[in-house]
T-cell receptor, first 108, second 112 residues
């Protein structure tokens, strides 16, 4: 099962939008795209998920490319509390297939 | 509002010892999962239980066994611990169909 591909790390300024990219070029038509984040020494926390259409919730937005080979997680106004490792995950049946994630650094 | 509770939080084992990691959820979820996370890596699925009474292997099941005791509880057993099993173990649960998952705080296991 092919895993997703993300940058190792990204930096952003506080109170600015953040766009976290993810490539999943071998995703099948029934696989959902999930995003979770993980703070140090904590369990992962759900952020958002989608299949084909763009999705919004109180935490973030998820923009999915028309060919579904890539997606972007958008944090509209990053705060220091958003500093974490963000995982773009392919959900295949019951399995969440995790990559190595992107470490997001927020600069005050 | 407990969510997913794992015990213990920390454990040190000697090679060859056995132990059981406990997990319980109070959200009435059908599906439960055990993952391991090695340093600098994402999570890898060990076993999952799609519903009460069923269990299936994930990506890295060797050296582990699981029991879905009831709808609330899903335990992970290491019969003969090895240093390669040193890791952080996470339990998770979700509604049927593998939707949004809720994770416990993890068990940090060291095998010496």
């Amino acid at each position: 099962d092919a895993k997703t591909t993300q940058p190792n790390s990204m930096e952003s300024n506080e109170e600015e939008p953040v766009h976290l990219p993810c490539n999943h070029s071998t995703i099948s038509g029934t696989d959902y795209i999930h995003w979770y984040r993980q703070l140090p020494s904590q369990g992962p926390e759900y952020v958002i998920h989608g299949l084909t259409s763009n999705v919004n919730n109180r935490m973030a937005s998820l923009a999915i490319a028309e060919d579904r080979k890539s997606s972007t997680l958008i944090l509209h106004r990053a705060t220091l509390r958003d500093a974490a490792v963000y995982y773009c995950i392919r959900r295949s049946n019951y399995q969440l297939i995790w990559g190595a994630g992107t470490k997001l650094i927020i600069k005050p | 509002n407990a969510g997913v509770t794992q015990t213990p939080k920390f454990q040190v084992l000697k090679t060859g010892q056995s132990m059981t990691l406990q997990c319980a959820q109070d959200m009435n979820h059908n599906s439960m999962y055990w993952y391991r996370q090695d340093p600098g890596m994402g999570l890898r699925l060990i076993y999952y239980s799609a519903s009460e009474g069923t269990t299936d292997k994930g990506e890295v099941p060797n050296g582990y066994n699981v029991s879905r005791l009831n709808k609330r509880e899903f335990s992970l057993r290491l019969e003969s611990a090895a240093p390669s099993q040193t890791s952080v173990y996470f339990c998770a649960s979700s509604e049927a169909g593998g939707g949004r998952a809720f994770f416990g705080q993890g068990t940090r296991l060291t095998v010496v």
